[in-house]
């Protein structure tokens, strides 16, 4: 057998994307170098207003001015506690640009969670906003918008390639997020790469829908700035309204939009024609047959993307097209990376057989902050690389498939993929192990609706009653966990299924029962109230629904919500944002409120443009 027929994938050749970007050098050269060129283009836009090149990088010099000022330099981390907005854009640039990583939170988080990051990370200030609130009290702050002092810096602090450029924090299997830190080489690395394999170029346009939180919005805040793209950014409210954020995405020209596959499913089932003449980026989470068959009639081009944090948002891709059965591969490495299957010996499996995925290359981060024995854990030596070069354990599986494409195959441990946020199961556990009247907690991901959700398993010590519990528990889950991270469903049991050798037989754990699943509280009395029990009951599943129900106690899902939507927009003529799907509580509450709900929008046509010379968007 030859070795490297399944253990290095060979990438194809590269052009560079821009002048004098190699992956040794950090992002801002190329940036400045942009700015410098086209200073009077818009580089952001926020509804109706902009900035041009110019003024950003007048912004951010200011900014680092400012930190470096204050102590801030190479070494040191900034935590941006801020909205989707121009600020976010010039925090981060200028974090950069003083030789400094940044530290991304979302405002929206619990308030218990983003303590536990600042307190892990301790970074050297917070740049935030006066309306976010208050953060921990020990840490200097920045009001991002509040006028700010002295003139524009000369430049910026030069940095080495295996300098932290950010730290991103995921879940933690011991009840604690952890951050990943992410060197200017690596990020350089992924930049060069989706640019290449996009075709990003100026006088184009990228549509920006993910929280700053999550890894991927990297490459839509900063990449396309490197290219001279605009880009534009979509609010909370317009990412969370399908509707809304398909009639942006035809006003804004869009050609290039970056998503999970739940955000696309919204888009999909409500507004397709809005994805005419749009890339469509799709990763975060495994792509559904029937989605990427919908996105590639629908889109000019689709490609998907694999990639744990650890190894700098995506090392792999995939262009779809056509018509899909099963779940679409996840491809090619990008540059400079290589991907290995694995069994448990470190021993490279054969095509088609199943292993661990391990990643190696430019694209891997430099580890865990503040714990190296984590680093040590994950990041192991290459016994296919160069002496001293080092591999990740993503505990993904996976399989080449007969045409060398690799094949995403579920995961090793309890660690799980929902809505495209990596959640350790350990720490939802952790914080339902908490109340008192616990005795252990339990979390799976099971499929129900087309979707994986969290079940939580309970067993307890005292009282309340099963109910109470379970109503406290859902309170503690949403003041400690990002919302993704709560579980749909409770069920307490006498006891836990164990295995010969006592540990936790998950694979016995009974599914939620109908019970679960089955309002029991009062009739519909109202035309409103019958037409929301009946279509919560379809696109459920459940023979009664009374209107006491709640959308997410019955087990709603995103995706599910997608389709209750387009059901309600249909039968009842109005348009429901799904925030407001997820937040107004009862049938009831919802039935009394249809009223007030905007009018469905008239589907959306997007004007066609001509396609350009060289055109791979």
Not at 39 to 51: C, G, N, Q, T
Not at 466 to 472: A, K, N, P, S
Request: hydrophobic content about 40%; some cysteine; charged content about 20%.
């Amino acid at each position: 057998m030859v070795m490297g027929q399944w253990l290095n994938l060979a990438t194809t050749p590269h052009t560079q994307p821009w002048p004098g970007m190699t992956e040794s050098e950090s992002v801002l050269t190329p940036f400045q170098a942009t700015a410098a060129r086209i200073p009077e283009e818009i580089a952001v836009r926020l509804k109706d207003r902009h900035v041009t090149y110019g003024e950003l990088a007048q912004r951010v010099s200011r900014l680092a001015d400012r930190l470096i000022a204050g102590g801030v330099g190479r070494g040191s981390y900034v935590a941006l506690l801020l909205p989707r907005s121009v600020d976010m854009v010039v925090a981060i640039l200028g974090v950069l640009s003083a030789g400094a990583a940044y530290i991304p939170l979302d405002p929206a988080h619990p308030p218990e969670r983003i303590g536990d990051v600042l307190h892990d990370a301790r970074p050297a200030l917070v740049l935030t906003h006066s309306a976010v609130g208050d953060v921990e009290a020990a840490i200097p702050k920045i009001l991002m918008d509040r006028p700010s002092p002295g003139s524009p810096a000369a430049g910026f602090v030069m940095v080495h390639p295996d300098d932290a450029a950010y730290a991103i924090y995921t879940s933690g299997s011991t009840g604690k997020p952890k951050g990943v830190v992410v060197t200017h080489r690596a990020l350089a690395n992924i930049c060069v790469s989706v640019a290449d394999l996009i075709g990003l170029r100026q006088g184009t346009t990228l549509l920006a829908v993910t929280t700053p939180a999550f890894d991927i919005a990297v490459l839509e805040l900063v990449l396309p700035l490197l290219c001279g793209m605009t880009v534009v950014l979509a609010d909370k409210e317009t990412v969370d309204d399908p509707a809304a954020l398909a009639e942006l995405l035809v006003r804004s020209g869009a050609d290039v939009m970056q998503a999970t596959p739940t955000l696309w499913q919204g888009l999909v089932e409500r507004h397709p024609e809005a994805l005419s003449g749009v890339h469509a980026m799709v990763g975060g989470e495994a792509l559904p047959p029937d989605l990427a068959t919908r996105l590639c009639r629908f889109a000019q081009g689709v490609t998907n993307l694999y990639g744990p944090t650890e190894t700098t948002v995506w090392s792999t891709f995939a262009r779809l097209s056509g018509s899909h059965t099963k779940p679409p591969p996840i491809g090619q490495p990008v540059r400079n990376t290589a991907v290995y299957v694995l069994d448990d010996q470190l021993t490279a499996v054969t095509p088609g057989e199943i292993g661990e995925l391990y990643i190696a290359g430019e694209g891997l981060a430099r580890g865990y902050l503040n714990r190296s024995s984590l680093t040590a854990t994950r990041f192991v030596a290459d016994p296919y690389g160069p002496p001293g070069t080092r591999m990740y354990r993503t505990g993904d599986l996976g399989r080449r498939n007969e045409s060398g494409d690799l094949e995403f195959a579920g995961r090793v441990d309890h660690q799980v993929k929902l809505r495209g946020h990596r959640i350790e199961l350990g720490e939802i556990e952790a914080v339902l192990g908490t109340h008192p009247a616990v005795a252990r907690a339990v979390v799976t991901a099971a499929p129900y609706n087309g979707e994986p959700v969290l079940v939580a398993y309970l067993t307890r010590r005292k009282a309340p009653d099963d109910q109470d519990l379970v109503r406290e528990l859902r309170g503690l889950a949403a003041r400690h966990l990002p919302s993704a991270m709560v579980p749909s469903f409770y069920v307490v049991l006498a006891e836990l299924p164990t295995t010969s050798n006592g540990k936790v037989d998950r694979a016995a754990l009974p599914p939620p029962g109908p019970e679960a699943r089955r309002g029991a509280g009062r009739e519909p009395g109202t035309d409103p109230e019958r037409l929301l029990c009946d279509l919560f009951g379809q696109v459920l599943g459940i023979d009664h629904v009374s209107i006491d129900d709640n959308f997410v106690d019955l087990g709603g899902t995103s995706i599910v919500a997608q389709r209750l939507i387009e059901r309600m927009r249909r039968a009842a003529g109005v348009e429901m944002p799904l925030t407001e799907l997820f937040a107004m509580g009862t049938i009831e509450a919802l039935a009394a409120n249809l009223h007030t709900l905007p009018a469905a929008r008239p589907s959306l046509i997007r004007a066609s443009r001509p396609p350009q010379s060289g055109d791979d968007l």
